[in-house]
């Protein structure tokens, strides 16, 4: 217990999410992931972003599962009910790169109470 107190919290919070979306079925860790290759991932939702140019609309999730970071993209849109920081996401699609980034466009997505919703 003092051990885990004495650690910083973004370390903490790192192994909780960790510790999170390694017991969902069927996920896989981000960091173990394959370009052009089929996956299922969770993680918590810790950036969005929303380029609202005519025709190109597009939203960008960036998730992180305490392994590693990636980004979930859907074209053609401004806003999904529901996302919002700190939420958790499980998105599944082929796993793309946008330079040093791992993106999925277009996932299949599920919003699921974060390991911080108690």
Same mark, same amino acid.
């Given at each position: ?6 650690? $910083? $919290? ?102 699921? $109470?974060? $390991?911080?919703?108690?």
């Amino acid at each position: 217990m003092v051990e885990k107190l004495a650690r $910083p $919290p973004e370390e903490v919070r790192a192994e909780n999410v960790r510790d999170w979306a390694s017991a969902l079925e069927g996920t896989v860790p981000i960091a173990g992931l394959a370009a052009r290759q089929r996956c299922k991932v969770a993680g918590v939702v810790q950036n969005i972003r929303i380029d609202p140019r005519p025709g190109r609309d597009s939203m960008e999730v960036t998730i992180t599962d305490g392994t590693g970071t990636m980004i979930a993209k859907w074209l053609g849109r401004q806003g999904m009910a529901g996302v919002q920081l700190g939420i958790g996401l499980v998105v599944e699609g082929i796993v793309g790169e946008q330079g040093r980034d791992r993106m999925i466009l277009n996932p299949e997505y599920q919003l699921l $109470p974060g $390991p911080e919703a108690g």
